[in-house]
C-alpha cells in the first residue's frame, strides 16, 4: 500500500487542532439506496480523546443525510441518544475514509466534523510544538516503528529565545 502523508501547521501554540476536510453520506450506502452523495468541505476537529469520529447534525441536514441507526453518546453534558450517520471522509492530501459510523452532535461555528480514534488509530499521529507554533502530522498506512520521546539521550536544546 503507498504511502499517504500529511501535515498542518497553525501559526501558533494551539489548544485545538482543526484541519480541512471533505464529507459526504457514504457513497456505498448512496448507492444502496439510491442517494445523492453531496459533497461539502468543511472542517474537522482532531479529538484523541473521542474514541469514535462524529458529524454535526447542522451538516447533516444540509446534507439530507440518512439517519441508519441511533446510539447512546456519553459526552461532557451526560449521555444522550444521537442519531447515526454512516459517511465517508476524505483529508486535504487524499487520504480516504469510507463507511466511518458517525454519531450526530450538536456543533459549533469552528468544525462540523470530530476525528476520532476510529480514524487516528489507522495511521501514525504526531503532534509538536515549536517555535512558537503547533505542527500535526499523520501517515497512513501504520509506519514500521514507534515514535519514542524518552529515547532522547542527554540535555535537550531549546532555539534562543
Request: charged share 20%; net charge negative; glycine share 6%.
Amino acid at each position: 500500500m503507498k504511502c499517504h502523508s500529511l501535515t498542518f501547521s497553525s501559526p501558533r501554540i494551539s489548544k485545538s487542532i482543526i484541519i480541512p476536510v471533505t464529507i459526504c453520506q457514504s457513497r456505498e450506502l448512496c448507492r444502496e439506496y439510491n442517494l445523492e452523495a453531496k459533497e461539502a468541505d468543511v472542517m474537522a476537529l482532531i479529538d484523541t480523546g473521542a474514541t469514535n469520529s462524529s458529524v454535526s447534525n447542522r451538516l447533516a441536514d444540509i446534507l439530507d443525510m440518512k439517519v441508519i441507526d441511533q446510539c447512546k453518546v456519553a459526552a461532557a453534558g451526560g449521555i444522550h441518544t444521537a442519531d447515526v450517520y454512516l459517511i465517508d471522509i476524505s483529508l486535504k492530501n487524499m487520504i480516504n475514509f469510507s463507511n466511518i459510523r458517525s454519531a450526530g452532535f450538536f456543533g459549533n461555528d469552528a468544525f462540523d466534523i470530530i476525528i476520532g480514534m476510529d480514524i487516528l488509530t489507522q495511521g501514525d499521529l504526531a503532534i509538536t510544538n515549536c517555535d512558537h507554533r503547533t505542527v500535526l502530522s499523520f501517515r497512513i498506512p501504520l509506519g514500521n516503528g514507534h515514535i519514542d520521546f524518552t529515547a532522547c539521550t542527554g540535555e535537550l536544546e531549546t532555539a534562543p529565545a
